[in-house]
């Protein structure tokens, strides 16, 4: 009916483990096709079992190219997958059928075809092979001239995009000045691009708290109101882009920066938004315990 020839090509086809594949053979009579779609089929069960176990590792990952860019984030269970090749090339993928389809949400990017299969059937193919849950978390697409920037092989990922002719993509002066913006984000984690986007009431907030300081240290109400403001500059420093001090040249901050090199090209460059994905943020974090896993094998 079938060799151990046919059970070693269906587990190099598929990557299930010698076991699955001889009985999926046995299951569909030795027909190759068949076999396959039966793995699959158990692999669908496989990912049901594994969907409520906690990813929180995995990569944070971001490309482009002259048409726009690509944000992802795929997580898996533990950091020993996540530095595997397989699931590196998945992720990469990921992207890049994010930037081809130019799709913002996972929901759109589960239902893109690749290769004749759908991307969500080809992840729970890798929960089947790699024996991990595994989920893509997050994605975005910029359209236009964007720069990306992957920090400690996918710990955070960061895309920025600018408003600029599309001409100073090529430009090295540009090249330069746009990887150290998308660095600068990653580094120093903004919340917004500038003062007119922090929320009125993170506004509010902020001042209350620095009244009661001021108050506290036994200031004047007109003292505190004029200490308050300047201390919400301090704010803006900290969390705004372009008011942020430049990394790598203290004496000028993000927005001198970008003015400046834009001088230098000869044309006008100013960053339009950017997104900063740090991997497993939010997300409870799996904690291992021996012992009581010991005791739940041995009830």
Do not use: W
Request: net charge neutral; hydrophobic share 35%.
């Amino acid at each position: 009916m079938f060799s151990a020839l046919d059970v070693k090509k269906l587990r190099e086809k598929t990557g299930c483990g010698m076991m699955d594949c001889k009985n999926a053979l046995v299951h569909s009579d030795g027909d190759m096709d068949k076999a396959i779609d039966y793995l699959r089929e158990k692999g669908l069960a496989a990912a049901t079992k594994k969907s409520g176990r906690i990813a929180s590792e995995g990569i944070a990952f971001s490309m482009s190219d002259p048409s726009g860019g690509a944000i992802v984030e795929v997580n898996s269970e533990t950091d020993f997958v996540a530095r595997n090749d397989e699931f590196k090339n998945f992720v990469s993928s990921c992207a890049s059928l994010v930037l081809k389809n130019r799709v913002s949400n996972v929901e759109e990017l589960m239902e893109i075809s690749s290769d004749g299969r759908k991307v969500r059937d080809i992840l729970n193919e890798k929960i089947l092979k790699i024996g991990e849950n595994i989920k893509i978390r997050r994605c975005d697409f910029f359209e236009g001239v964007t720069s990306s920037y992957v920090h400690a092989g996918g710990k955070i990922a960061v895309l920025v995009k600018f408003d600029c002719d599309s001409s100073v993509y090529e430009n090295e002066k540009f090249t330069e000045m746009s990887k150290d913006v998308a660095m600068q984000i990653a580094a120093a984690h903004p919340l917004y691009l500038k003062k007119g986007d922090v929320p009125s009431d993170v506004l509010d907030h902020e001042r209350k708290i620095l009244t009661e300081q001021a108050i506290s240290q036994g200031k004047p109400k007109n003292i505190a109101e004029r200490m308050v403001e300047g201390r919400l500059n301090k704010y803006y420093q900290e969390n705004c882009l372009l008011e942020q001090i430049f990394v790598k040249d203290s004496s000028m901050n993000v927005s001198k920066y970008v003015e400046k090199v834009s001088g230098e090209i000869g044309s006008k460059v100013s960053i339009s938004k950017f997104i900063r994905y740090e991997r497993g943020e939010g997300l409870e974090k799996k904690v291992d315990n021996f012992a009581q896993e010991v005791a739940d094998i041995l009830k």
